[in-house]
């Protein structure tokens, strides 16, 4: 019985067939290899928790990946050519952590707003403009991480993404935020550098879970007295 198989870093293009038979198999490791696609008998390996896909060359992922209802870790970031995620995405209810970043991701799936098992979202270094409203149903996410992407906003319904620690902005093209994010009360950590802020929402300063607020390379004029209060209770402003 095979319940993890390791195969990464040995210049494979394609998956050995052997893995199809591990009907046991709970960790698939590929990383660091030449794949150019991941094959559609995936889906049969029902008892997979842990695939770690980084660092291939794929150009999709199959359908068939939604049928893995127990896949609790999915890495399938540094493809260079995923464009898009299957709307399939969305089975994967015991999904916890999805790390997609560093690919050329323009959009996500409505079905995304399935995962609502989700705790860590990790699409850093994609081409996203704007956030599906399915997301506002991630009640359980706590870390949101979208540097260096294309977002020119964030959504009002943001502020209803209540677990939030985390959120990662930096290097976007944010000019305004909404006053719903200082509905975020257990938000620890907003990175908001390189993008081209003017003001931000008073709300913010009564966030007082608010541990680190990284403002630096914004044209922000002036201080905004809320910052004075959110120093006192010990949070750090870069500026």
Known sequence: MTERYDCSRRELTALPDEVRAMRDLRELYVYDNQLALLPDWLGELTELRVIDANRNRLASLPDSIGDLKGLYYLYAAEQQRLTALPDTIGGLESLAYLNAS??????????????????????????????????????????????????????????????????????????????????????????????????????????????????????????????????????????
């Open 102 to 239: 560093q690919n050329t991701l323009s959009a996500l799936p409505t079905s995304i707003g399935d995962l609502r098992s989700l705790v860590e979202l990790r699409l850093d270094g994609n081409v996203l403009r704007e956030l599906p409203e399915g997301l506002r149903g991630l009640t359980k996410l706590r870390e949101l991480h979208l540097t260096s992407n294309q977002l020119p906003r964030l959504p009002d319904w943001i502020g209803e993404l209540a677990s939030l620690r985390r959120i990662t902005l930096r290097n976007n093209k944010l000019r305004e935020l909404p006053e719903s994010l200082g509905e975020l009360g257990h938000l620890r950590d907003l990175d908001l550098r390189g993008n081209e802020l003017r003001t931000l929402p008073d709300s913010v300063g009564r966030i007082e879970s608010l541990e680190r607020v990284d403002l630096r390379w914004n044209p922000i004029a002036g201080r905004p007295a809320w910052m004075t209060g959110l120093e006192r209770r010990g949070c750090t402003i870069w500026r």
